[in-house]
């Protein structure tokens, strides 16, 4: 696959979950753009509640190897939680979405961010888990935008 077409693939990708989040969380989220430039910053600018989102379209799954990527960016930012969101090939827009977080939701051990203690959760349970964790300011989905939400 050519560097070009590889790059607009995971891009379409980005923008289709950034929406999706929006859609879901009523969170502002937007593609990072220094991602081309400098590394270790995650694919989606804003902080999805406390996760740094690393977004992954390919065909071939490597959850453990885009895990470590993402736990390494979210160490250079500090302050937040890892998160590997990829994208299923072939199916249906609900379906499509998987997100590797940690398990624990407030982490205090270092092994605890091991992929070994990850849980790989579709896209409404990574919903339900974000609004928890923002402190119930959210609604469940309704098709509505929460423009006042901040991360």
Not at 18 to 46: M, P, S, W
Not at 126 to 146: K, P, Y
């Amino acid at each position: 696959m050519s560097g070009a077409y590889s790059r607009d693939k995971g891009a379409r990708a980005e923008r289709e979950l950034c929406n999706l989040l929006t859609e879901y969380l009523g969170v502002e989220a937007t593609r990072q753009y220094k991602q081309f430039a400098q590394a270790q910053h995650g694919d989606i600018e804003q902080l999805i509640g406390p996760y740094l989102v690393e977004v992954k379209n390919h065909a071939t799954l490597r959850p453990r190897e885009w895990w470590d990527q993402a736990r390494r960016a979210a160490d250079a930012r500090g302050g937040c939680l890892p998160c590997v969101a990829y994208r299923l090939p072939r199916r249906g827009l609900h379906d499509r979405w998987r997100f590797v977080v940690p398990d624990e939701r407030n982490p205090r051990h270092d092994w605890e961010l091991d992929y070994r203690y990850t849980a790989d959760l579709g896209l409404e349970a990574f919903a339900v888990r974000v609004r928890e964790q923002l402190g119930g300011r959210h609604e469940l989905h309704t098709g509505e935008r929460n423009r006042s939400a901040v991360c």
